[in-house]
């Protein structure tokens, strides 16, 4: 089976997230894409984020009616910070071999993945599948490969979806008293009031 993983912060999970999930799903025939809620995010360390009981609950909410989608909550069971490394390691451990990962990346995280916890490692266990995110440059996967030796065979490059949608933004917009009723599945605003 073909399955795919979408890691992050999901503070809160928003629609373009799951606009992702369903376009690459559909575009590679993916059996399902697992949302793997970030329980101590390394590279946001120094960011103030929602207690991870919360992010998980959003996305149970956002996730509930869509066959297709399945929460995992081992980062946030994880303790000490993630890596996705890690956390693709148990999940190979957890699905068996015979299971293939996709791994679901903004343009903006191809671009950081030299910095992350063993590159060279991660991609040898999983594809990458990189999509658009408004306001940052396609990665430069010639420079990425003499980083990462061997990375674009893994790399596969979706154009789309193109939906300009921050977490940040949400938050900001919630804070100032403002509607978020276009951005985020109705549950997850509920939760949010």
Same mark, same amino acid.
């Given at each position: ?16 997230? #799951? %606009?992702? @999930? ?5 575009? $590679?025939?993916?059996? &399902? /894409? ?26 149970? #909410? %956002?996730? @509930? ?5 399945? $929460?995992?909550?081992? &980062? /946030? ?40 916890? &063993? ?75």
């Amino acid at each position: 089976m073909n399955i795919g993983v979408l890691g992050g912060t999901f503070d809160p999970i928003h629609n373009a997230h #799951l %606009a992702v @999930a369903e376009e690459v799903r559909s575009q $590679l025939n993916l059996a &399902e /894409v697992l949302f793997v809620p970030a329980g101590q995010p390394w590279l946001k360390a120094d960011s103030p984020i929602s207690p991870a009981e919360h992010r998980v609950n959003m996305v149970r #909410l %956002a996730i @509930a009616d869509k066959p297709h989608f399945r $929460l995992s909550t081992m &980062e /946030v069971e994880r303790p000490g910070p993630t890596y996705t490394v890690d956390t693709m390691a148990e999940l190979q451990t957890q699905l068996g071999a015979e299971n293939d990962l996709f791994l679901i990346l903004g343009w903006d995280n191809l671009a950081e993945l030299p910095r992350w916890k &063993e590159p060279s490692r991660l991609i040898t266990m999983c594809r990458l599948v990189v999509v658009p995110r408004p306001g940052y440059p396609c990665p430069d996967l010639k420079a990425l490969e003499a980083l990462i030796p061997g990375l674009s065979q893994r790399v596969l490059l979706l154009d789309k979806p193109k939906i300009d949608i921050s977490a940040s933004e949400i938050r900001k917009r919630v804070a100032q008293g403002l509607s978020i009723h276009h951005l985020v599945p109705e549950p997850v605003e509920r939760y949010i009031r």
